[in-house]
């Protein structure tokens, strides 16, 4: 059985930083695509990053490049999301997504729709 579980999420002042997590279990991590995305209140679901584990591909949104960094452990089998500089706009709730059998150029499009299992995601609240 699939399962995604999401940690570290938070209220920190613009500035600061946060580290996010996510505990795959039911699969083994390092060989999918995995992603990062988040959803503040009244707006849609936006990819933040993804990663193409294979091979280390990765995608990043522009509002977030130079600042946040996906990565993932394989022995602990956990995708992380280092956030720094955070900032208000920052603030929603974030989720982790994998995507099975997706090849590399699809996962780094960092689009929601390609991927099927999802956590329940960590609020991240960044105040000014």
């Known amino acids: 059985q699939v399962q995604l579980v999401e940690s570290g999420g938070g209220s920190v002042q613009a500035g600061g930083s946060l580290r996010l997590s996510c505990a795959a279990s039911?699969?083994?991590?390092?060989?999918?695509?995995m992603g990062w995305f988040r959803q503040a209140p009244g707006k849609e679901r936006e990819g933040v990053a993804t990663?193409?584990?294979?091979?280390?591909?990765?995608y990043y949104a522009d509002s977030v490049k130079g600042r946040f960094t996906i990565s993932h452990d394989n022995a602990q089998n956990t995708l992380y999301l280092e956030m720094n500089s955070l900032k208000p706009e920052d603030t929603a709730m974030y989720f982790c997504?994998?995507?099975?059998?997706?090849?590399?150029?699809?996962?780094?499009?960092?689009?929601?729709?390609?991927?099927?299992?999802w956590g329940q995601g960590t609020q991240v609240t960044v105040s000014s």
């Open positions: 997504a994998a995507a099975f059998w997706v090849a590399r150029d699809r996962c780094v499009r960092g689009v929601d729709s390609d991927f099927t299992y």
């Open positions: 039911g699969f083994i991590l390092s060989r999918y695509c």
């Open positions: 990663i193409y584990t294979g091979g280390g591909s990765t």
